[in-house]
């Protein structure tokens, strides 16, 4: 969608008035969650008890910190918090605190792997890194338990169904992080993250509590298959309701519902970050399912080809429906006037006529993102 930085979106891509103070951005999709009552009175007494229990972890770990604070000053420098902008119950945005375990980058590309330094990589595989997070659980950003809180980078990239995992406090540790941690898929994670705010419970925290100690143990999980602690989230590569097909050796791809019915196709060809994709007739009977194929193709995109740029071409005058969804999904026109979540400026090709809308699909750079509001979807509940 289109964000202005003061006031709503007007919800149109096809205006010509120019808004030099928008931002281009997706929504977030969420379906609203109600908890039982016997599971807000379980989350309110837990609160009271995490208080206390977060108090004492900090008096008794006070002495370790300052050596862990020592250990980090002296391998990689100052500062030596390290601080995020995380997402918790019902979006909620905090700061939370870690200790670093990386140095700073070194001019030019460098990955996570080679900034981790030896000493970082103990505290990550022995979890003291974590400490400082117990600030956050005095004073209520995130839990104990709960699932694993994630950058505001992410917002947009979430289906509805996933959004779910927010309707609890994020937490410490949590039911993905003893059955796997880092080495799952973010598909098998978000699984885990909602099947926990299904059973929320005494029982299911003490059972995650005793596994934890054991993966901490084993230093289990730290990082994936590619040697890092956690792998960007590309988005789903499907939802309850859609299911992406492709793209095959030809670009061609559609995304078809449960009952095998096509909701959107369309063929992409992939140039480096970029992506110049057409679409074809939508299924008009499907327009409620849109929101949840552009999401569909935004991610097959960057976890296929690293996409960082879309380019978007209709077959045909695009319906009313579509032009909506193209906006919550953050396209927009090229003169639009609005920006993006980069310093970069869209890769438009010399020769070439320009894209009829076009989205940013990449990580947003801290100091260009703002970000995106989160609208509730009709239907079915969490």
């Not at 030099?20 to 977030?28: E, I, N, Y």
């Not at 004492?56 to 601080?83: D, Y």
């Not at 670009?251 to 078809?256: I, L, M, P, S």
């Amino acid at each position: 969608m289109v964000q202005p930085t003061t006031g709503a979106a007007d919800g149109s891509l096809r205006g010509r008035r120019r808004r030099p103070s928008g931002v281009a951005a997706a929504f977030q999709q969420r379906y609203p969650v109600r908890l039982t009552p016997e599971q807000q009175r379980y989350l309110a007494a837990r609160r009271r008890a995490e208080t206390v229990l977060a108090g004492l972890g900090l008096a008794v770990a006070a002495l370790p910190m300052l050596a862990i604070s020592v250990g980090v000053a002296a391998t990689m420098g100052r500062p030596v918090l390290f601080t995020q902008d995380r997402i918790t119950q019902d979006g909620r945005i905090f700061r939370l605190r870690k200790f670093r375990s990386m140095r700073p980058p070194a001019p030019g590309a460098e990955d996570d792997r080679d900034r981790l330094v030896p000493f970082g990589r103990l505290l990550r595989e022995t979890s003291l890194d974590e400490l400082p997070s117990l600030w956050n659980i005095l004073v209520g950003d995130m839990s104990i338990v709960g699932p694993r809180p994630l950058t505001t980078d992410y917002l947009g990239r979430f289906s509805a169904d996933q959004f779910t995992r927010h309707a609890v406090p994020a937490g410490l540790t949590g039911y993905a992080q003893v059955n796997g941690r880092n080495g799952l898929d973010w598909d098998e994670r978000f699984i885990m993250d909602q099947e926990y705010v299904r059973r929320l419970g005494l029982d299911l925290d003490l059972w995650i509590l005793r596994d934890t100690v054991m993966t901490v143990l084993r230093r289990s999980g730290v990082t994936d298959a590619g040697g890092v602690s956690m792998a960007d989230f590309p988005g789903p590569q499907s939802t309850v309701d859609l299911v992406m097909e492709g793209p095959d050796e030809n670009g061609a791809w559609r995304c078809v519902d449960r009952d095998g019915r096509t909701v959107l196709q369309g063929e992409a060809e992939v140039h480096r970050d970029l992506a110049r994709v057409r679409l074809g007739p939508e299924d008009p009977t499907a327009s409620s399912l849109l929101d949840e194929a552009l999401l569909l193709v935004a991610s097959r995109l960057r976890r296929t080809d690293e996409v960082e740029w879309a380019y978007l071409e209709p077959a045909d005058d695009p319906s009313e429906a579509l032009v909506a969804a193209l906006e919550r999904a953050g396209y927009t026109a090229p003169d639009s006037g609005v920006r993006f979540p980069t310093g970069e400026r869209p890769p438009l090709e010399a020769g070439r006529p320009a894209p009829r809308f076009l989205a940013f699909l990449g990580l947003p750079e801290e100091a260009n993102a703002i970000a995106p509001p989160t609208c509730e979807s009709r239907g079915r509940p969490g």
